[in-house]
């Protein structure tokens, strides 16, 4: 498949995608009932639902798009020129690559948009409730551990490539600090400030940087694969290990077990659903078409942000791609130091979005309800805690992504 090919392939499936989430005028009531306990307001006691009454929270569609592209758009991207690596070492392997990338950020896109709409349908605002209602009350923890369990894995790989980067970073500025001293540091200052913030609305200018930063990586990433920088004579191909050198060969089917890494990636890279109920009830005038504007902007751009980051940084590095691509670049590197900064700025503010799902999953499967504030400072502490350590203690963040997808 030629990169034409590859790019037509992108457009049809975006084409579809499109169409796919045009809301219509009227959209019908579902035909199960709800349980009295989750029953539904007037709007949704009618029979029809036409978008004209709303209500919701604070937030505007420009805001949430940039909060949901942060939360879309972090740690995943980063490896998913490693999960091309495992199956293929040579340039034609990206275009089944990006093919993958665009048909699972689709679907994504529909699940996220699904989600929405069936909190609207239901009355409901978290997972577990939405499933109480549409299906069983007593199944409804499978809905509940899973998106708990799935957030967990997000959070702890934001936190191994946070370490990392700022590790990185202190070493380009001429201190030797370890993977786990940078860690602690940046947890205690930065990221449990943030993590007990409770209204995320204040993070939408950040976010608005945070995307930037991972452009601005795309651009970094694209300079320095088109120079050959990092090509065998190039300016800074002699400062890498042999292990983290350029390497091509002829291996490029996407057909062999290997493959399903890089799906286990991308399920998890995608991963945003966890907040797909918080969205819906914090967008402003919360009608269905709204939100499907949310969730269609949104996911357009992670995927184009995500097809180029992963063929450009597996085009450069081939078959040696690293866990985390960033590592494979030279710390003299000055243009990929200030992408390290950049990338940095970018998952500490899209950390607090991802830890505050996995933190309501904790509390929905707790059961409570209306917890107090001293308890949720108390829960958060707790939590990024434990995360912490994971993180020092785990070496390699693509096997986190692969296993959790």
């Known amino acids: 498949m030629t ?3 590859a790019c037509l392939a992108i457009t049809s499936l975006l084409l579809c995608f499109s169409h ?3 809301p219509a005028a009227v959209i019908r009531q579902p035909t199960f009932s709800v349980r009295p306990s989750f029953q539904a307001t007037a709007l949704f006691e009618t029979k029809e639902v036409t978008g004209v009454l709303s ?11 940039f909060n949901l592209v942060k939360g879309i758009v972090g740690a995943g991207v980063l490896s998913l020129p490693a999960g091309i690596a495992k199956y293929g070492n040579a340039p034609g392997a990206v275009a089944p690559a990006v093919f993958l990338i665009a048909a699972i950020g689709s679907l994504s896109a529909y699940g996220f948009a699904l989600i929405g709409r069936s909190c609207a349908l239901t009355g409901t605002k978290t997972f577990r409730q939405a499933w109480s209602a549409a299906v069983s009350e007593k199944s409804s923890w499978i809905p509940a551990w899973s998106v708990t369990l799935k957030t967990m894995f997000a959070v702890l790989a934001y936190s191994m490539i946070l370490g ?3 590790a990185s970073l202190l070493a380009t500025a001429g201190f030797a600090v370890s993977k786990s001293m940078a860690l602690v540091g940046v947890t205690s200052t930065l990221l449990l400030p943030l993590c007990l913030l409770k209204n995320l609305n204040a993070l939408a200018p950040f976010s608005l940087l945070g995307s930037l930063g991972m452009v601005y990586t795309a651009i970094a ?4 694969y088109f120079s050959k920088a990092y090509a065998v004579g190039g300016k800074f191909a002699k400062d890498l290990p042999v292990n983290l050198q350029p390497a091509f060969g002829t291996q490029s089917s996407v057909f062999n077990p290997a493959s399903t890494i890089l799906l286990g990636m991308l399920s998890t890279a995608y991963m945003a659903h966890f907040n797909a109920p918080k969205f819906y009830t914090e967008l402003k005038d919360n009608t269905i078409p709204r939100y499907v504007k949310v969730v269609a902007t949104s996911f357009a751009i992670s995927i184009g942000l995500f097809a180029s980051m992963a063929g450009i940084g597996f085009l450069t590095f081939g078959g040696n791609s690293a866990g985390l691509i960033l590592n494979n670049y030279s710390s003299r590197d000055g243009l990929m130091s200030i992408s390290r900064f950049a990338v940095a700025l970018s998952l500490v503010f899209s950390y607090p979005l991802a830890f505050t799902g996995a933190r309501d999953g904790v ?8 917890a107090s504030n001293k308890f949720l400072n108390l829960l958060t502490v ?3 805690s434990g995360i912490t350590g994971l993180a020092i203690i785990i070496p390699d963040v693509s096997f986190v992504m692969a296993f959790a997808g």
């Open 363 to 370: 509390l929905d499967l707790l059961k409570v309800n209306n």
């Open 3 to 5: 990169c034409r090919a």
């Open 382 to 384: 707790g939590l990024l």
């Open 20 to 22: 796919a989430f045009q």
């Open 55 to 65: 209500s919701g929270g604070t937030a505007t569609v420009s805001q949430l798009i």
């Open 164 to 166: 990392d980067t700022f």
């Open 221 to 224: 990433m694209a300079i320095r």
